[in-house]
């Protein structure tokens, strides 16, 4: 099965700098790169995701980078904010059924 | 925000005990899942259904059963909970033919 490694598994970074997040996978025929925000208490919610027809999408201050020759994505935050602050999961799907999630980043953005 | 909601939120039980954690959609999807998530660890799938009466197993082995007899419900039950089923259950429901999941806020489960 799909195996997705993520680094670093914890991540801090000054109030109005950058954050990059890295997975990397291992099926090729993974075609489906969500990202997802986990707030204390909540569920994951997607903040942004990727096909594999495309090798760049941003949305305002985040970004998703593919590179599917490598076989690796990257999550790019600019301009953090402390409400930024949270555990960032990327995750790969080869079906569209089952979705392999990395191990998570915990972000603080320090004010 | 999605309309998936979990409940219990938050459980303590003893081991040996029968329990069942809700998870209910208001979205009409047809996919919904069942994740299982350590603390600071990643989310690990356990069972899934492609839509009424349907359910397969997830790549973690787990005790828990699932049913799907209608569209919005999703429960797993839990015949005799033990200490080493402490752990965040994350239930999540997709439409068909659009990958993006939504997550219910979870249920956080501890077995003494």
């Known amino acids: 099965g799909e195996n997705v490694e993520q680094h670093p598994s914890t991540l801090s970074v000054q109030e109005g700098d950058s954050a990059v997040i890295k997975c990397t996978y291992s099926?090729?025929?993974?075609?489906?790169f969500p990202w997802y925000k986990q707030e204390l208490g909540k569920g994951p919610q997607l903040i942004i995701d990727i096909r594999s027809n495309v090798g760049e999408k941003k949305d305002q201050r985040i970004a998703v980078t593919l590179n599917k020759t490598a076989k690796h994505f990257s999550l790019h935050i600019t301009e953090t904010q402390p409400e930024d602050s949270a555990v960032y999961f990327c995750?790969?799907?080869?079906?569209?059924?089952?979705?392999?999630f990395g191990t998570g980043t915990s972000l603080t953005v320090i004010p | 925000e999605a309309d998936i909601y979990q409940t219990p939120r938050y459980l303590v039980i003893g081991t040996g005990k029968k329990i069942t954690l809700e998870c209910s959609q208001t979205?009409?999807?047809?996919?919904m899942y069942w994740y299982q998530q350590d603390p600071g660890m990643e989310l690990h799938l356990i069972h899934y259904s492609y839509g009424v009466n349907s359910t397969e197993k997830g790549d973690l082995s787990s005790e828990s059963t699932v049913s799907r007899i209608r569209t919005e419900h999703f429960p797993l039950t839990l015949e005799s909970a033990r200490p080493s089923h402490t752990s965040q259950y994350l239930c999540?429901?997709?439409?068909?033919?659009?990958?993006?999941?939504?997550f219910g806020p979870g249920t956080r489960l501890l077995v003494l």
């Open positions: 999540a429901s997709r439409r068909e033919g659009v990958e993006t999941q939504y």
């Open positions: 995750a790969a799907s080869p079906t569209g059924n089952q979705f392999y």
């Open positions: 099926d090729s025929a993974s075609n489906y």
């Open positions: 979205m009409g999807h047809d996919k």
